[in-house]
T-cell receptor
Framework: AQTVTQSQPEMSVQEAETVTLSCTYD???????LFWYKQPPSRQMILVIR??????QNATENRFSVNFQKAAKSFSLKISDSQLGDAAMYFC????????????FGTGTLLAVQP | KAGVTQTPRYLIKTRGQQVTLSCSPI?????VSWYQQTPGQGLQFLFE???????NKGNFPGRFSGRQFSNSRSEMNVSTLELGDSALYLC?????????????FGPGTRLLVL
């Protein structure tokens, strides 16, 4: 069975600084996708970034980028120039390839941004 | 384009009752998935539907059921409610199932069982 592990329950970063959130996963599949979702206090889940396993290049979305280490099964999220609005719970998620949308989530990392 | 909508947003029920939650996907989306979020168990997959067919089901008791209608709207039902069913229930939709599709989540329904 696939699993997703987030070992940092809470993180804190100063505004304008950079922070990295860690995520590891376990799977025997070769075709899969990885995601980072943000859940602010409103509880609305928002997709931050996604990575296809077959792509070697790390995904980037503006201030958000990932470090995808396929052999190590590691998928960390880097947030640059942190803003107050980045404060939220961040979930790492895995989805295997094929005709399914089933996401397996990690336990989340609560990110606080200090002004 | 309107986002995923879920109704009701908040619900209070008592043990033993049943409840039905509704999810309207983004227009044109045919795939709907449901998740349960609790402080203890985190986010857990309930089931997913595509074109009125259940494609996948999570590890939940038979008290949890769902369906999808021809207009892609989906409902989930929980019968004989237990205290542990108190949770935020999230629905997500996408155009199709799998591939490179992005899932968009609704705001959730918060269920409290007393």
């Amino acid at each position: 069975a696939q699993t997703v592990t987030q070992s940092q329950p809470e993180m804190s970063v100063q505004e304008a600084e950079t922070v990295t959130l860690s995520c590891t996963y376990d799977t025997s599949e070769s075709d899969y996708y990885l995601f980072w979702y943000k859940q602010p206090p409103s509880r609305q889940m928002i997709l931050v970034i996604r990575q296809e396993a077959y792509k070697q290049q790390n995904a980037t979305e503006n201030r958000f980028s990932v470090n995808f280490q396929k052999a190590a099964k590691s998928f960390s999220l880097k947030i640059s120039d942190s803003q107050l609005g980045d404060a939220a719970m961040y979930f790492c998620a895995y989805r295997k390839g094929g005709a399914t949308n089933k996401l397996i989530f990690g336990t989340g990392t609560l990110l606080a941004v200090q002004p | 384009k309107a986002g995923v909508t879920q109704t009701p947003r908040y619900l209070i029920k008592t043990r033993g009752q049943q409840v039905t939650l509704s999810c309207s996907p983004i227009s044109g989306h045919r795939s709907v998935s449901w998740y349960q979020q609790t402080p203890g168990q985190g986010l857990q997959f309930l089931f997913e539907y595509f074109s009125e067919t259940q494609r996948n089901k999570g590890n939940f008791p038979g008290r949890f059921s769902g369906r999808q209608f021809s207009n892609s709207r989906s409902e989930m039902n929980v019968s004989t409610l237990e205290l542990g069913d108190s949770a935020l229930y999230l629905c997500a939709s996408s155009l199709v199932a799998g591939g490179g599709e992005t899932q968009y989540f609704g705001p959730g329904t918060r269920l409290l069982v007393l």
